[in-house]
């Protein structure tokens, strides 16, 4: 059965650096969304990304934030300069009619 | 915005059947959804009410009431594996997005 992974399982860096978190969703999905979860709270919507462009993002996704899907499979989150707040466990999620999203394996964030 | 509420803890025996409760606030939704989360896990998609009654997916079942700001997800035939938390979320338009409920943690007994 097709599956939404997502590298790397867990990373570990400083307050100030940049991470990128890597998706690749299903293969014949068109919506494609990041959602965090910190840990024991509930999960929470970042952006969604539809036709090559940003649907909707949330309060969290402010300007340090980014996405890309550079080409035909990956699906990129990019944080610029990661902050204490932002360790989290990272959720990628797909869908093919957008209701019925698959929930990647989800990186988890340490910043220190 | 949207905010949703669900019990925090829910205990049931082997076999038994559950509901979890989920009640809304919202000024627009397309439906409600339920997922399923293991500790350590990703959430798994579960049932999807578009429309107000209920909808059957083998052991499980989902209920939606507009009108009240209510749905509920039913469990019959608990086994140890359920035990996990269930999250309703609303499913919005613009971004088709989900924003999750608070989630209650099942916890199956023998």
């Known amino acids: 059965e097709p599956e939404v992974t997502q590298t790397p399982s867990h990373q570990v860096t400083q307050m100030g650096q940049e991470v990128i978190l890597r998706c690749v969703p299903i293969?014949?999905?068109?919506?494609f969304y990041w959602y965090r979860q910190i840990l024991g709270q509930k999960v929470e919507f970042l952006v969604s990304?539809?036709?090559?462009?940003?649907?909707?993002k949330s309060e969290i996704f402010d300007d340090q934030f980014s996405v890309e899907r550079p080409d035909g499979s990956n699906f990129t989150l990019k944080i610029r300069s990661t902050k204490l707040e932002d360790s989290a466990m990272y959720f990628c999620?797909?869908?093919?009619?957008?209701?019925?999203?698959?929930f990647g394996p989800g990186t988890r964030l340490t910043v220190t | 915005g949207q905010s949703l509420e669900q019990p925090s803890e829910v205990t049931a025996v082997e076999g038994a059947i559950v509901q979890m409760n989920c009640t809304y606030q919202?000024?627009?939704?397309?439906?409600l959804s339920w997922y399923q989360q293991h500790d350590g896990g990703a959430p798994t998609f579960l049932s999807y009410?578009?429309?107000?009654g209920l909808e059957e997916t083998g052991r499980f079942s989902s209920f939606l009431s507009r009108s009240d700001s209510y749905g509920y997800l039913l469990l019959q035939e608990l086994q140890m594996k359920d035990s996990a938390s269930y999250f309703c979320?609303?499913?919005?338009?613009?971004?088709?997005?989900?924003?999750f409920g608070t989630g209650t943690q099942l916890k199956v007994e023998l």
């Open positions: 293969s014949n999905h068109l919506y």
């Open positions: 009410n578009a429309l107000d």
């Open positions: 979320a609303l499913f919005t338009g613009g971004g088709n997005k989900l924003t």
């Open positions: 999620a797909s869908s093919v009619n957008s209701y019925e999203q698959y």
């Open positions: 990304f539809y036709n090559n462009e940003i649907s909707e």
């Open positions: 919202t000024s627009g939704f397309y439906g």
